[in-house]
């Protein structure tokens, strides 16, 4: 969960209570990840993970980009700030998967691609258990090298962790779970709309060896996601969510709010430029309150997300 909802005091106690913790690179230097894994470290001597953002590949259209973000100068200015600027595009992954070869957590996951053979091969060498994001067969085959997939199916909140820009294909999980797992021999961890103890059970009776949870995590007290985040999720003026570009220009789910449904048609697929553009606009709205130009990423079974300390969701989760 990057962007702030992924802390060491999270990972730490999913990690305490029985799961697997799993901390966020993306959006961050290689020094404050390993900031990140060294507090973690300082508060759970159990197995956790580190998830890593593959660098974008995609070809950028500049006119197009350049328009969005004129488009977008009437939102800064109502807020009193100025749009961002697109800055790197690889998210420091070079630096990243130096640091973490030298000194990794039990698990390392890669979301929006995987990385080469050498390097799932670096990391395995180490102990370290190599998990690849997918969201099709396709991409399920591509990344035979890894120890573990996690299959992310339509219904997840936050970014899609398709391979390209793209929803073509988008699958919900049950179906997409059953392909993947009859074609790969791999450990599959099933993500995407799963919030309840009776979630769980299903999809390990459909094959999988775990279920990987994001939204239900969003309101407890270790998350860091911000209150207007929170308070969001348990919201009634908030009752979908939907598929969107309009934050990061990538593929996103989350709550449909006023800067969604007014922006999502014109964003472009660019990221992380949009990304960048927008995050000024995104701090500023959660600081001032305004949850219309927040990022509500969260997934279909959101309404679910309870406001409870994180052991007792991997209780309630286990039962």
């Known amino acids: 969960m990057a962007g702030g909802a992924s802390t060491p005091a999270l990972a730490a106690a999913v990690s305490d209570a029985g799961g697997v ?25 159990r197995p956790f993970g580190m998830n890593v953002f593959m660098p974008s590949l995609d070809g950028i259209d500049d006119g197009a980009v350049a328009a969005y973000r004129d488009r977008l100068v009437p939102e800064a200015e109502r807020l009193g700030v100025d749009l961002g600027t697109p800055s790197a ?21 890669f979301t929006f691609g995987c990385p080469t053979v050498d390097v799932i091969r ?18 399920a085959r591509a990344a035979s090298a890894a120890d573990v997939l996690c299959v992310q199916g339509a219904e997840a909140g936050g970014h899609r962790g398709s391979f390209t820009n793209s929803v073509d294909g988008a699958l919900p999980l ?15 961890i099933a993500a995407g709309g799963l919030a309840t103890s009776e979630d769980v059970a299903e999809i ?21 996601a911000s209150a207007v985040h929170k308070a969001a999720l348990a919201d009634p003026r908030f009752i979908s969510t939907a598929m ?10 989350g709550l449909v709010n006023r800067f969604l449904t007014e922006h999502s ?17 995104r701090r500023a709205a959660a600081a001032q309150g305004d949850p219309d130009v927040v990022n509500l990423w969260a997934g279909e079974a959101f309404r679910l997300a309870p406001e409870a300390p994180a052991a007792e969701i991997v209780e309630m989760l286990s039962r």
């Open 204 to 224: 390990l009776s459909l094959g999988a060896a775990a279920a990987q949870v994001g939204t239900a995590f969003v309101r407890c007290p270790e998350s860091g």
């Open 21 to 45: 913790g799993f901390l966020a690179a993306g959006y961050k230097t290689a020094a404050a990840m390993r900031e990140d894994i060294a507090a973690t470290r300082g508060r759970t001597s």
């Open 244 to 253: 969107t570009r309009a934050f990061s220009g990538r593929p996103a789910r």
């Open 89 to 109: 595009r690889d998210d420091d992954y070079t630096a990243k998967i130096a640091d973490l070869l030298d000194d990794p957590p039990a698990f390392v996951s």
């Open 265 to 281: 048609a014109q964003a472009p697929a660019a990221y992380p430029d949009v990304h960048f553009i927008t995050a000024p606009l």
């Open 174 to 188: 049950r179906e997409l779970l059953r392909l993947v797992r009859d074609l790969v021999p791999h450990p599959l």
């Open 122 to 139: 670096a990391f395995q060498d180490r102990g370290t258990t190599v998990v690849v994001t997918v969201t099709s067969t396709d991409e």
